[in-house]
Structure formats: C-alpha cells, structure tokens
C-alpha cells in the first residue's frame, strides 16, 4: 500500500466508520491538484520524457480505477446531494472493491518500475551505440584526415624559405655569414615555373671586361633559355676605332629565372666581393696601364677609344702618335 499513498501526496489514512470512504488528499482545488506523479528513475535514453509517460500512465490508471464510477455509483451520489434521501452507506459496501483495485495498481506500478529498472541496467546502450553509417561516416572521416596529414606533412618537409632554398644548392653552407648574406641580398625573387623547378630572379653586378655573352655563359646552361636585362653601351675598340656595344662595368644585371646554376655564378660573386665600385676600379686601373703603355710606345691605342675614356687631349695624342709610333 505504501506506492499507491505515495502517489496521493497526502496522509496515509482512511476516515470513516460507515460505508462511506474519504481520502484526504492535502492539496489545492480538487484532489487530481495534489497528486504527484510517480517518480522513476531519470537516467535512461529518452531522458525526461519516458519518465513522464509512465507517471501519467500510473496517474491516470488511479484515477480510473478510484474516481471512474459507474453509472449507479454516479445516480446515487446525485440523489443524495439533491434530496438527502438516499444516504451512500445504503449502497452495498465497497471497501473490498477499493482494496483490489489497489493491489491491482500497485501491481502495475511495480511493472512499470521493472521496465525502467531495466532501461537502467542496460546502462543506455542506445545512447553510445552507432549506426553502422555513421562509424563508416567516422571511419571516411578518420582516413581523409590521415591523408590530409600526410600532405601537410609533405608540404612541410618541402623548403619554404630562401634559406632552405639555398641550403640545397652545393656548396651554400660553405659560405660564411657575410657571404650567404651577399646572395640573399642579390636574390630578388623566387618561384616554381610550369615544371616544378625552382627559379631564382637575381640581381648581379657587370664585371670588369664582361660582354653579353659572358654574362649569360655565367648565369644560364646551355639548355636554359635566358632572360637577361642589362643597358649596353657603344664603345670604339682600342685599336681599329670600330664601335662595339657592351654593358658598362658596375652596372645592374636583372638575370630572371636562373636555376642553382647561377645561384652558384652569385656565390662566387659573393666570394670574390664583387661590387659596383670595385668593378668601376678595375677598368679604371685597365685603360690608366693601357695609357701608360701607350705613352712609352709599348702599345698603340686608336684616337677614338683615347678620347672617348677622356685618356689625354687630342693634341696629346698626336704628339704622342708622333713621337712614338712612326
């Protein structure tokens, strides 16, 4: 009897001493107000919500069985409230039927205590279980991250930085510091072409005494198609007066898309300190000797190359011509 009183909410008690049976119920309103529902276990896979199914279940079974009266039962209670002539303990006694209609209850709340008592002892299987979609789902997922890891790691073990760059062209990590510096500085972009290739757009210094020729000779194979930019000038050659085009010493060279070829051209550039003012020094110091010779008669120079490198006057020239030369 203790599940069933439970559920009332209020005083486990009869009243009366005739026929007459009163449940006192301390609640607001009618007596449906105080009830409470059932109170199950709370922790299986439907949450709340198979919880309250089976409290309403086992409300609305004490509510059929203890306030659904017949069709007499109804008639003689309102004969009674209206003519106060026909009293309830007329009726035939009742106390029996109200005792097995709770045993009967309680055998349904002990049912329904055993199905979630089940639910809980299988420990919400449902809840951690997976449909074999989604662990084929997981299983995709799990391999497309593996492969996303593997490019990633590829991608990283693949140089990045001009450094790495240049620690795979020969000889670079033999350099010291302020020579590695010399062909980072010279370096003015790099990047992939259409093949894969890495390809280096640097900016070089003209030697002392270089052509067009040689300069590409220094920074691209045989096979590489050059891409050089360096300014020409027109020059008289020193002996037959003929004018010849070649870049000046100490000018820029913009050589594009050289490959570790020229890398290594720049790395002996920057081995040899060759600078702008050093190479402008050198031919200055070539036509100063070529002057000097000159002047003892040891080699003759043409009046056009003499006057265009502003070696000596014109009438120096022709006293020297003079004097040494017939």
């Known amino acids: ?50 919880n309250r199914m089976f409290g309403f279940m086992a409300g609305m079974s004490l509510l059929s069985n203890l306030f659904g009266y017949n069709r007499y039962q109804q008639t003689v209670s309102n004969q009674y409230y209206q003519n106060n002539s026909y009293p309830l303990y007329d009726q035939p006694n009742n106390n029996d039927s109200i005792s097995s209609r709770l045993k009967n209850i309680e055998k349904e709340v002990k049912s329904l205590q055993k199905q979630v008592d089940n639910i809980e002892n299988a420990k919400c299987d449902c809840v951690n279980k997976k449909t074999e979609t989604e662990k084929t789902n997981e299983a995709n997922k799990t391999d497309t991250t593996d492969k996303t890891g593997k490019t990633q790691t590829t991608e990283e073990t693949k140089p990045k930085t001009i450094d790495q760059l240049l620690n795979n062209v020969e000889g670079f990590d ?50 590489e198609q050059q891409e050089l930019n ?11 007066g003929k004018k010849i085009k070649n870049p000046s010493s100490g000018d820029t060279i913009n050589a594009n898309g050289v490959s570790q070829f020229g890398i290594k051209s720049l790395m002996e550039d920057s081995k040899q300190k060759i600078t702008q003012e050093g190479e402008i020094q050198k031919t200055n110091k070539k036509m100063s000797e070529l002057k000097d010779a000159f002047i003892k008669g040891d080699k003759k120079l043409s009046k056009e190359y003499v006057l265009q490198n502003h070696l000596m006057s014109e009438n120096e020239y022709n006293k020297i011509i003079q004097n040494k030369y017939q």
Request: charged share 20%.
């Open 174 to 223: 033999k350099l010291d510091a302020s020579e590695q510096a010399y062909v980072k500085n010279h370096i003015s972009e790099v990047y992939e072409d259409q093949n894969g290739n890495i390809k280096y757009n640097v900016r070089a210094i003209v030697h002392d005494g270089d052509t067009i020729d040689t300069i590409i000779n220094r920074f691209y194979t045989e096979q």
């Open 1 to 50: 009897m203790e599940t069933f009183y439970r559920f009332l909410g209020g005083p486990r008690t009869f009243w009366g001493g005739s026929n007459r049976v009163i449940i006192n119920n301390y609640g607001c309103g009618p007596m449906l107000g105080g009830m409470h529902r059932p109170i199950f276990v709370n922790h299986n896979c439907f949450g709340g919500g198979l």
């Open 230 to 240: 360096v300014a020409q000038n027109e020059y008289n050659t020193q002996i037959t």
